[in-house]
């Protein structure tokens, strides 16, 4: 257990490389659990990690991977013992924090939560951060009002992780949606997801100058941010609410009053980072549970540590679809 292999970027000549090496255990940072890592997973935020990105990780050499799913090894609390099987995403893991992408990290006991009954180690990063992200996104757009039988939920950025879930989840929840994408090929893949309609990425990107656009959109989940993000918001139903939880298209967008004064939308904001503990454990243990996604295995593609680095290209690219499962014990 003195050594273990990760994924790790570092800089060479002005450009960051990732190649796979073996590291120390006594590298990891102190922290109170130390866990052997099973799975993690790809996310946006860490292709930005491995891509060199200061405003998500300001040191290297660095191990990329905000999720993690593993076996504890070591743990110096009584919350959490030996072979307990737990769940870590968010918070510093992955960003400043040595993260997934290694079999072993080390990390607060306030970081880490006990795996639900209802949800493998695999399953878990299935989901990862993404899944709980699109669970927040819809546990939000519900606490404003949101029901099934109000018309269409329009999803964005919907080949994406967050996307791909969210749609899979609001299909299995009753709800009637739309998928928005750039990428026609993927019908086929959306609608087994649960879409009902296709809507074309330039409609979303056509209209920026208007104050307002038609009602449309009984809900909203928002990825990518944005001008698209603005045109979400002026073409909600009055009263209906968009959960914000990405910005892959920007993070500005053309801003007017009108429709909240005049529609009485709502623009709710999501973050699956930093919220509380207590409400990651809740919102976990819904998704094993009422809100557990069947057929979670066709929205991904599984990888090994070797065969991370280009699937990161891809990620980085606009040109992954669905999830990105890493395994780490074969590495």
Not at 44 to 55: F, I, P, V
Not at 232 to 245: D, E, N, P, Q, T
Not at 254 to 273: E, H, K, M, T
């Amino acid at each position: 257990m003195t050594h273990f292999k990760a994924l790790q970027v570092h800089e060479q000549q002005g450009s960051f490389v990732s190649s796979v090496v073996e590291r120390r255990v006594d590298e990891l940072p102190a922290g109170e659990v130390l866990i052997r890592v099973h799975y993690s997973s790809l996310n946006y935020k860490d292709a930005l990690s491995a891509s060199g990105n200061r405003g998500v990780t300001r040191e290297y050499p660095h191990t990329p991977g905000i999720d993690a799913s593993g076996v504890v090894a070591e743990s110096s609390v009584s919350e959490f013992a030996v072979g307990d099987e737990v769940i870590v995403t968010g918070y510093d893991l992955g960003m400043n924090t040595s993260g997934g992408y290694g079999q072993y990290i080390r990390v607060p006991a306030a970081w880490v939560i006990k795996r639900p009954a209802g949800l493998t180690l695999r399953e878990a990063m299935l989901l990862g951060t993404a899944g709980l992200t699109a669970a927040l996104c819809v546990d939000k757009l519900e606490r404003a009002g949101l029901e099934a039988d109000q018309g269409p939920v329009l999803v964005t950025g919907a080949t994406g992780g967050v996307g791909s879930i969210a749609i899979a989840l609001l299909s299995s929840l009753g709800y009637e949606v739309a998928a928005v994408t750039g990428k026609a090929d993927q019908e086929a893949f959306l609608r087994a997801l649960g879409a009902s309609h296709i809507v074309e990425r330039s409609v979303l990107q056509a209209g920026v100058e208007k104050a307002l656009l038609k009602e449309q959109w009984a809900g909203a989940v928002d990825t990518v941010g944005g001008d698209i993000l603005f045109n979400v918001v002026k073409s909600l139903r009055r009263g209906a609410s968009v959960a914000c939880c990405g910005l892959t298209a920007g993070v500005n967008f053309q801003a007017s009053v009108l429709p909240f004064i005049l529609r009485g939308v709502n623009l709710l904001g999501v973050d699956s980072v930093e919220i509380p503990l207590v409400a990651k454990a809740s919102m976990w243990d819904k998704l094993s549970l009422q809100w557990k996604i069947p057929h979670l295995d066709e929205l991904v593609h599984e990888v090994s540590l070797q065969e991370l680095p280009k699937a990161i290209e891809t990620t980085l690219a606009g040109k992954q679809v669905g999830r990105v499962l890493v395994r780490l014990q074969d590495a």
